[in-house]
């Protein structure tokens, strides 16, 4: 059936000149419809749609490739049906012949219709909806045929629209087709294929989980001609396992890098071993251990060789660790053990099982292999040297969370239904707990002939990128076993290319990038730079070519106890730095304040500790926002500066948010983790917009910031603020009371959001000024509304424009960078009265008051609507006049 829909396809091909499939092997349909795209280099970039539908693919070629944004219209052209066959077809179809040039398999999965037709009738009335559910597309979509086209020319041209629903993305939608730029069955790129490198692409898995071994195609080597002719002529396998039966090597499949892990159905989570990858294989009681990269290292590991001996025949891959006295992986324990030649004690940690027997369990989902390696490791005797790698199946935030606070190097989340697949994949990716990096050392420094610090990059692209120096976390020992390394690879030039590339100085040696490195730091410059950076250890099981730019991720979420006052925690410290919140603080003993009114300093770590104390009430009035920050790195005697956008190295548990009218990101901060982050860069001041949490368009709070002038007693302010309250009860708004952590106070009241016809920034604002006025005009010689200082001698500015879109008022509990450490506190109306004194609230005395205060605790049910209370006014106004 199918083979007679395909003689368009066969009339434009030779055979004899293309590899690819002929359509004569008959591949039976699967289970449940399949889909793949396929990227196609032919004489435009294109991206090629098929969609199985009775016995062959219906084929579109979508011009510019598939989006996420329902925004985005792509044409897609109807082109011939295509064998089922050409679901394994990756490779390269040879110039001259039709379509000639590379092809790759992109995306691959399962399709369903939708609606009340068949695809058929679909297809015929030229609206055809369907939902894929692929590796990397997800969701419904619907191809749309254009008015007419039919009877244009030889070409069916359709529009191909991605629908809305939980999928979707409405800004650069076309984004998936530049992050996903490999293969999804053999993480190869365009190139490689084009050069005929790699391995070869592993066939489609079908509903069932067994293999669809007659479609597998290969454009090089023709090993699935030759699979299929051994199985036609009844070839068994042979009942012992030999050589050939077990590979010498299988390339390990490789982690993209994410802020945070999954949060989607279907990806399990391990915690991420900080040793050396090693795969082990074992055959006829005798165990090789292998790098990453194929390097053979059984002899550095004798114990872990001898013990695995004991296996059945299989291939496994895992991580050598090192534990301290904790139980946790130490790194610099592992490279000691390795030097010292004391490697008994090393602990081989066990994930994936690739062979078992002669089996190739490969192609089998990952939550199938992981059961059969847990039986394999079930006995293994009084040895303790093999664990296997337990898993969570859901919370991988949760996860991640827990890895941070135990120290741990952060966690790798894996898709529990994808095969194995070799090289860098989008099904493992790895989520970090604190800022790390590999780069390639490129030259070090000398002072007076010693040692000083080393000069690192990274590759990007075909350059080799300078990214700054490290010039920490070297003792004696590292640098008398890491100088003759350096010595062994210089050069007589700089390794380094591009913008930026060190020039020579006196006391610099280049080298031959050759040497792996890893660091931790503080964050990136706006140059580019590593920040801070200290070294940490030589990766020698990781090639130098492989090292690329990667941004290092943090926790989410942390729970935040009961409010305490912050206390300094000597015990957490790990190389100088504190960690608060699985926030690593560098020099945390830096004055931030001189004092807080108590005669002692408060540090960069205090400042971090009180945001954990404060954070789960702090956040809630500020999650959601775009939020300004008042930094001053080196503590309120050294510069200060307000920042709004994102700058390079932001941390990733700051949130960067778009608002209308303005290309760069925002900062917002979402999570309790976030607070410590922006201790850890000097931020003093929290400043969020008053708008809906997330909706920067609409108003969800009003703040009146009454300021008094120069010589005016705080007693008059503590009546405005009473009057403020009076005035607005009148418009049946409820108020709330806060110090500003200075002279003033705030009366802020929440705003309710309207399902339509929600309230604008313009009416918010006008509704403020109004009040202000008409409390000015009441009583002049107390208020006024302008902002003039030479006329606010003894009176209050009313200041009604925080109330506008883009405009902020300092959080409620954040610390001021004023004398004293002061917080913008929280108030009860009880408590506002003439000895109300705000210099007594402090960074150092705000946690323990807030615990014992109700302040705001009703805010929640304070929230009404603005419209009634503008009519209101309006009337009263119009009243008086």
């Known amino acids: 059936m199918g083979n007679d829909k395909l003689t368009t396809y066969k009339a434009k091909r030779d055979f004899r000149q293309t590899k690819e499939p002929s359509g004569q092997d008959s591949v039976k349909p699967s289970n449940r419809r399949r889909f793949i795209i396929q990227k196609h280099d032919a004489t ?6 098929r969609l199985e539908l009775d016995g062959v693919f219906k084929s579109w070629a979508v011009t510019r490739g598939p989006s996420l944004d329902p925004g985005d219209k792509r044409l897609a052209v109807e082109v011939e049906d295509h064998p089922l066959d050409y679901g394994d077809f990756e490779g390269t179809i040879p110039k001259g012949q039709y379509g000639g040039g590379t092809v790759m398999l992109w995306d691959r999965g399962y399709w369903e219709p939708e609606g009340k037709r068949s695809p058929e009738q679909a297809l015929a009335k030229g609206d055809f909806k369907f939902t894929l559910e692929g590796e990397r597309l997800h969701g419904s979509f619907v191809l749309v045929r254009m008015a007419n086209d039919r009877e244009r020319g030889k070409r069916t041209n359709w529009l191909l629209i991605k629908h809305r629903d939980e999928f979707a993305v409405d800004k650069h939608g076309a984004a998936i087709l530049e992050v996903n730029d490999r293969s999804v069955a053999s993480a190869r790129t365009m190139e490689a294929i084009a050069a005929g490198k790699g391995r070869r692409p592993k066939p489609f898995m079908l509903q069932d989980g067994n293999v669809e071994a007659d479609a597998v195609w290969d454009s090089r080597t023709g090993l699935a001609a030759e699979e299929r002719k051994g199985k036609a002529r009844g070839k068994k396998k042979p009942d012992t396992v030999t050589a050939a039966d077990l590979p010498d090597f299988i390339a390990p499949q490789l982690c993209e890098t994410l802020a945070r892990p999954p949060s989607a159905a279907g990806w399990i989570h391990e915690i991420k071993f900080d040793g050396y990858r090693i795969q082990m294989r074992v055959l006829d009681g005798e165990a090789t251990l292998k790098t990453r990269k194929g390097l053979d290292w059984t002899s550095k590991y004798p114990a872990i060789a001898r013990a695995a001996a004991n296996l059945p025949d299989a291939i496994i891959d895992g991580e050598i660790c090192a534990l301290d006295e904790t139980g946790a992986p130490d790194f610099a324990a592992l490279q000691a053990a390795l030097s010292e030649g004391r490697t008994d004690a090393l602990v081989y940690f066990a994930f994936d099982l690739l062979f078992e027997g002669g089996d190739d369990l490969r192609a089998l989902p990952l939550a199938s292999r992981k059961t059969r390696l847990q039986n394999l490791l079930a006995d293994p005797g009084e040895d303790a040297r093999f664990r296997f790698v337990e898993h969570f199946e859901t919370g991988g935030e949760a996860v991640l969370r827990s890895a941070c606070r135990l120290n741990l190097e952060g966690i790798v989340s894996k898709r529990s239904d994808a095969p194995y697949v070799s090289g860098r994949t989008d099904t493992w990716v790895k989520s970090k707990c604190r800022a790390g990096h590999e780069v390639v050392i490129g030259a070090y420094a000398t002072t007076a002939g010693k040692f000083r610090s080393l000069l690192v990059g990274v590759n990007r692209g075909d350059s080799f990128v300078y990214v700054g120096r490290v010039g920490t976390g070297y003792g004696t020992a590292k640098v008398k076993k890491l100088v003759p390394k350096l010595k062994a690879i210089e050069a007589t030039k700089s390794p380094f290319t591009g913008i930026g590339a060190p020039k020579k100085q006196p006391g610099v040696v280049w080298l031959k990038p ?20 200290a070294f940490k250890a030589l990766r020698e099981d990781k090639p130098a070519a492989e090292v690329e730019a990667e941004e290092p991720a943090s926790p989410t979420k942390t729970e935040v106890s009961q409010p305490a006052a912050p206390t300094s925690s000597k015990s957490s410290r790990r190389g100088g730095k504190v960690d608060v919140m699985g926030v690593l603080i560098s020099n945390p003993d830096k004055q931030l304040w001189p004092d807080a009114n108590d005669g002692k300093p ?5 400042l971090a500790r009180y945001h954990q104390a404060v954070g789960s009430w702090l956040i809630e009035h500020i999650r959601g926002r775009p939020c300004s920050i008042l930094r001053a790195p080196d503590g309120m005697g050294g510069e200060q500066f307000f920042q709004r956008h994102a700058m390079p190295g932001t941390s990733n548990l700051l949130e960067l948010v778009t608002v209308f009218g303005d290309k760069k990101p925002y900062l917002q901060i979402d999570r309790v983790e976030g607070l410590a982050a922006v201790a850890q860069i000097g931020a003093l001041e929290l400043h969020p917009w008053n708008c809906a949490p997330q909706l920067p368009e609409v108003p969800g709070r009003l703040v009146f910031d009454l300021d ?14 009473r009057e403020m309250r009076e005035r607005l009860d009148h418009f049946g708004l409820v108020s709330f009371c806060k110090t500003t952590g200075g002279k003033g106070l705030h009366v802020v009241t929440p705003l309710t959001v309207a399902k339509r016809n929600k309230l604008t920034w313009a009416e918010a604002k006008g509704f403020a000024h109004d009040v202000c006025v008409q409390m000015a005009r009441d009583n002049p010689e107390l208020y006024l509304t302008k902002m003039a200082k030479n006329q606010r001698h003894g009176r209050i500015f009313l200041d009604y424009l925080r109330n506008d879109r883009m405009a902020t008022a300092v959080s409620p509990l954040s610390p001021r960078a004023r004398p004293g450490a002061a917080v913008s506190m929280p108030l009860t109306w009880t408590q506002v009265k003439t000895d109300l004194d705000p210099k007594r609230f402090t960074v150092r005395t705000v946690p323990a008051l807030l615990a014992k205060s109700t302040a705001w605790k009703d805010y929640d049910d304070g929230y009404r609507p603005l419209e ?11 009243q008086a006049v």
């Not at 002038?709 to 405005?720: C, H, L, Q």
């Open 868 to 878: 009634a209370a503008i009519k209101k006014l309006a009337k009263s106004m119009k």
């Open 514 to 533: 050759e040497l792996v490195a890893e660091i931790e730091f503080a964050g990136w410059t706006s140059d580019g730079l590593v920040r801070q950076a």
């Open 44 to 49: 435009r970039l294109h991206y090629d749609l």
């Open 602 to 606: 408060v540090t960069k770590e205090d």
């Open 708 to 721: 008094p002038g120069p010589d005016v007693p705080f007693s008059r302010v503590i009546e405005a603020a």
